[in-house]
């Protein structure tokens, strides 16, 4: 029989909307959802085909055998691993207390469900993955706006200018932006790209710009400086919404185009030349904050000044620049209701809150865990569960990550697949995937708010379970069952949209339910309340950080270069890959089997490296080795080296992964501990490695 579901694509995070068409229990079609996104679909998500057939990945519930990532399992029932798992934290919390279990999460708009359910077992201690990802420009946010990160929609289809810096957006996808970001350019507008090297996006580009590592934040305070100086900003904006101007004023003195092109390695008058288009370009040109900007000590400074440029620019709630999203209140309407548990009023063990007052507290910072295993400061940690995040592969150093999580008497993956993490692990509760399963229903914030759901396109292959059972099913074990009220995943979808007055019927037609017929955009003199800031206005000067003993305005301080031999290592994503976990994708695998080694012309020549060598790649104190080939090219910096996140995967039981390519988390040794004191990420590309022609057959090595 033949089916057309609306559902979530789950191949990513970004979870595009989808339709998938079945017949007689399998997927034979799946596309972008026609009423949203015109069908347009990556290659990573029509790719969820084959994760469905994939066999390379759990298939029931396993309990370790063997020591800690021998690979030995034991295949168990999913009641035989609840009740395994309910007892050992019973006896973690009996003996250590509730706060001595974290469990990590990939964030998300189901996120409620997992901290609902840590907070109902009474430990405060909730992460996610943003200590690697987008916690810089959301602090930066936060200090500047007083509203995150999120609290941002880029109307980038009716801007004249988009200016990116190091956000890659042709390659790190996220289908609505990119068509969008199209629409703009077939229009006319222009697309400014910052990188250390040429890329999808750069090509794209208008103009683009390729600096020297590290040093975006002297090119964006030179922009300030040149749009200050020429008077190129929206003044009436600054005067009624915003504090801390004359102090900008006086800082940016130095910071001069000349100075930058420097500094940056560019030409002073291609910025000059960049002021003058953005200037006929303004109100309508937005500078992208950044996403995935844990990489430099001064990060969270340059995404502050990119905040700040656009609120030089006046492009706050405006057509073609960033607009507040909108929610059900903003309808007239109720919201769904949401899971829900206030979290235990005790100190967080990565001490964000009380440590490190200046952190929003909500996920708080998953690195800084470690060290409270290793010196059980302020409590020892006992367990973690890992719910869709893989700390062996998103954070550094996963060898000194092992010697703390051995401190841990339970770790659990519960995931779609073996991570490095689930390997591991103690017990993995393997998920059905996107395609399988339903999840809640979500309330999507936007200029034009809805309520969306993924639904099951097909019964699940193996024995695997939706993460709303697993988590009620583990509840129930725990006493804690009464915080997940229903049965059944109708039950749930009825509870959450009771206020509403729509029932899961509303979602058949189009997948989703809108809000609005319109989108609705608040009244440009009236923003007051917006900003969520002490005072109400925009803080170029941030209280939060003062009191922190942190500058809110940081004098500059140039990147140190690579120590003599060593390279900067700088990674990314490609476009048919998402991190680690799509590389042993039987389709995925094929587009791209292995990453490879980016290195400048001249210095691979320095060192007798020709394109498609093999090379070595070593990390700082030569603990880890990854070889792959060379990809020799004028179009990246000759300070950096770059690779695609995600390989070197160590699982031998998916066969294509198994160490394929590099793993530039391996590589980051030490970086565990390099993290940015003011916005809180890990300084990812502060790691340097050495590179040499290569004299090995890369083989297959299993590290225990
Ligand atoms: N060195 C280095 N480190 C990085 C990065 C880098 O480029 N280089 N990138 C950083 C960034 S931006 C991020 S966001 C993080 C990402 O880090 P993670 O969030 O850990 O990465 P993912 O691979 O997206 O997903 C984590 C796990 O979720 C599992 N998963 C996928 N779908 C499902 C599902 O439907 N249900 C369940 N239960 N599990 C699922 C995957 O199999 C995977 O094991 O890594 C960061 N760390
Ligand atoms: N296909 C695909 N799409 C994805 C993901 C995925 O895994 N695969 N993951 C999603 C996630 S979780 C995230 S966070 C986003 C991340 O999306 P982005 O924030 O766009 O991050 P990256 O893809 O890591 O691209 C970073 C770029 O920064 C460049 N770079 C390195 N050093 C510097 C520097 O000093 N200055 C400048 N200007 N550039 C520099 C690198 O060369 C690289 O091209 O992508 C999302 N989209
Ligand atoms: S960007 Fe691609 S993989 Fe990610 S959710 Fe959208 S379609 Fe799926
Ligand atoms: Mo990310």
Redesign the pocket.
């Known amino acids: 029989m033949k089916k057309s579901v609306y559902s979530m694509c ?1 191949m ?2 970004v979870r595009c909307p989808i339709r998938v068409e079945t017949e007689n229990n399998r997927v034979t079609w799946i596309e972008g959802n026609p009423h949203l996104l015109d069908c347009a679909l990556c290659a990573k998500g029509s790719a969820g085909v084959a994760l469905l057939d994939d066999a390379e990945r759990p298939q029931q519930p396993l309990i370790r055998e063997g020591g800690r990532g021998a690979g030995r399992w034991q295949k168990v029932s999913w009641t035989t691993a609840y009740d395994y798992i309910a007892d050992k934290l019973k006896n973690i919390k009996q003996e250590y207390g509730p706060e001595s279990v974290v469990l990590s999460s ?1 964030g998300g708009p189901w996120q409620n469900m997992y901290k609902t359910f840590i907070h109902a077992f009474g430990s405060p201690n909730y992460t996610n ?1 943003d200590n ?2 987008g916690r810089n420009p959301h602090h930066a946010s936060l200090s500047i706006n007083g509203v995150g990160r999120k609290d941002f929609i880029y109307d980038i289809k009716n801007a004249n200018h988009l200016v990116l810096f190091g956000r890659n957006m042709f390659a790190s996808l996220r289908i609505a932006e990119n068509l969008q970001t199209m629409d703009m350019l077939d229009r006319g507008g222009k697309l400014t790209y910052v990188d250390v090297r040429q890329t999808m996006t750069g090509l794209k580009a208008t103009r683009f710009f390729q600096v020297r590592p590290g040093t975006d934040y002297a090119l964006a305070l030179a922009m300030i400086h040149e749009i200050i100086k020429k008077g190129l900003y929206d003044a009436d904006f600054i005067q009624r919404y915003v504090s801390g101007f004359e102090e900008l004023c006086s800082f940016i003195g130095p910071y001069s185009p000349e100075w930058a092109a420097k500094e940056c390695g560019i030409k002073e008058s291609a910025i000059k030349d960049f002021i003058e288009e953005v200037a006929a370009d303004r109100p309508k040109v937005i500078f992208h904050p950044g996403w ?1 900007l ?1 990489r430099y000590k001064d990060s969270f400074y340059a995404s502050r000044a990119l905040h700040i440029l656009n609120v030089l620019m006046g492009n706050i709630e405006m057509q073609g620049g960033l607009v507040i999203p909108k929610g059900a209140g903003d309808c007239g309407v109720k919201g769904i209701r949401s899971l829900d548990c206030p979290k235990p009023d005790i100190k967080r063990g990565d001490g964000v809150g009380w440590k490190y007052k200046h952190f929003d507290k909500g996920p708080g910072l998953a690195h800084l865990f470690f060290n409270t295993m290793l010196s059980e400061d302020p409590y020892p940690i006992k367990a973690w569960i890992a ?5 062996f ?4 150093d996963p060898q000194r990550q092992k010697r703390a999580m051995d401190k841990c008497d339970l770790l659990v993956s ?4 073996y ?1 490095e993490f ?1 390997w591991y692990a103690d017990v993995i509760l393997p ?1 059905s ?2 395609l399988e399963r339903d999840n809640p229903i979500c309330q999507q914030k936007g200029l034009k708010p809805r309520l969306a759901v993924r639904r099951k396109a097909v019964e699940p292959k193996f024995d695997t379970k939706p ?1 709303w059972e697993i988590f009620k099913q583990l509840a129930d074990r725990l006493d804690i069952g009464a915080h997940f009220p229903y049965n059944s995943i109708e039950e749930l979808w009825a509870w959450q949209l009771e206020p509403t007055g729509y029932t899961i019927k509303d979602f058949d037609e189009k997948g989703f339910v809108s809000l609005t017929d319109k989108p609705i955009m608040y009244d440009r003199d009236k923003l007051d309340k917006q900003f969520k800031t002490p005072s109400g206005k925009i803080e170029i000067i941030s209280k939060k950080l003062t009191d922190a003993g942190l500058p809110s305005l940081k004098p500059y301080q140039s990147p140190i270069k690579p120590p003599k031999g060593m390279f900067r290592l700088v ?3 490609s476009a048919v890959h ?4 799509t590389i042993n994708n039987p389709l995925l695998a094929e587009l791209m089997p292995a990453n490879t080694l980016w290195i400048n012309t001249r210095a691979a020549n320095k060192l007798g490296i020709n394109h498609g060598d093999l090379v070595d790649v070593i990390s700082e104190d030569s603990s880890y080795t990854g070889t792959v080939h060379a990809n020799v090219t004028e179009f990246i910096h000759p300070e950096a080296v770059y690779t695609v ?2 390989f070197g995967r160590q699982i031998p039981l998916q066969t294509r992964a198994y160490h394929a390519g590099l793993s ?2 391996k590589l ?1 040794v030490g970086k565990l501990d390099d993290w940015d004191e003011a916005g809180g990420a890990i300084n ?1 590309c502060e790691a340097f490695v050495f590179v040499r022609r290569s004299v090995r057959t890369p083989k297959r090595r299993v590290e225990l």
């Open positions: 789950g990513c995070t990939r993955h690697t990802c995935n844990s719910m869709r995040h893989d700390p592969c998103a954070m550094p519960i995931d779609t697949h991570s689930g998920e995937t996107y993460s990674y990314g994503r998402t991190h680690g976990h996140h995600g530039d988390q980051m990812l």
